[in-house]
């Protein structure tokens, strides 16, 4: 099956600083989607990008679907930002929707 | 803004005991999901419906795990009986598709004793 792979695993920031979190996949997809997931569990929603970029407020993110990645970019970071970033792809062939392991962000103050 | 509802928030039970998730989806939302997260780990795809029929039900546990979407609104997911190794979060998601954004609840973290 298809495979999702988000790099880094681990990221540390101090406020205010930018990151880029990758997501790589290994087969052609209908849509992928980024989820943050915050302490209490709660999994939102942040964007469904199956190609090109889009921007909501700091954060944004762009797919290169013939490429096979995606990137999450935050900036100036806050430490509502951390928690758990997921991506997820909507595999061509089987049609399920595959999570990646998660990139986990800690924003220290 | 619309939620999708989950009961309860916690479970705690002793291995070999029933337990029920229950969960409401988004209103119009016709693709519903069910989700099982391990700490440290993404979410992994349980059971998918759409409308009251199960698309997808492939790493289901059949021998312990159950679903239903009766009417093709709320859903319910069973484990019977309940092992230690079934301790984790349990999630509903909703879309309008199954092509559409994924929304998901405040889940269920179910721990075995």
């Known amino acids: 099956g298809i495979q999702v792979e988000q790099s880094p695993p681990d990221l540390i920031l101090q406020e205010g600083a930018n990151s880029t979190l990758r997501c790589n996949f290994s087969?052609?997809?209908?849509?992928l989607q980024w989820f943050h997931q915050n302490p209490w569990g709660q999994l939102i929603n942040l964007f469904y990008?199956?190609?090109g970029t889009k921007q909501n407020g700091r954060l944004s993110a762009t797919t290169v679907a013939t490429e096979r990645y995606s990137l999450l970019y935050i900036s100036s970071s806050q430490t509502t930002d951390s928690g758990v970033y997921f991506c997820?792809?909507?595999?061509?062939?089987?049609?399920?929707?595959?999570f990646g392991q998660g990139t986990t962000l800690q924003v220290k103050p | 803004e619309a939620e999708v509802a989950q009961s309860p928030r916690y479970k705690i039970t002793e291995k070999s005991q029933a337990v029920a998730f229950w969960c409401d989806p988004i209103?119009?939302?016709?693709?519903l999901y069910w989700y099982r997260q391990i700490l440290g780990q993404g979410p992994e795809l349980l059971v998918q419906?759409?409308?009251?029929?199960?698309?997808?039900d492939s790493q289901l546990p059949k021998d312990r795990f159950s679903a239903e979407r009766l009417k093709g609104v709320d859903s319910t997911l069973k484990i019977q009986p309940a092992e230690l190794g079934d301790s984790a979060m349990y999630l509903c998601?909703?879309?309008?598709?199954?092509?559409?954004?994924?929304?998901f609840g405040n889940g269920t973290r179910l721990t075995v004793t």
């Open positions: 087969d052609s997809v209908n849509n």
């Open positions: 209103s119009g939302h016709a693709t």
């Open positions: 997820a792809v909507l595999s061509s062939n089987t049609g399920k929707l595959i």
């Open positions: 419906f759409q409308d009251e029929s199960v698309v997808d």
């Open positions: 990008i199956p190609s």
């Open positions: 998601a909703s879309s309008f598709a199954a092509y559409s954004p994924l929304h």
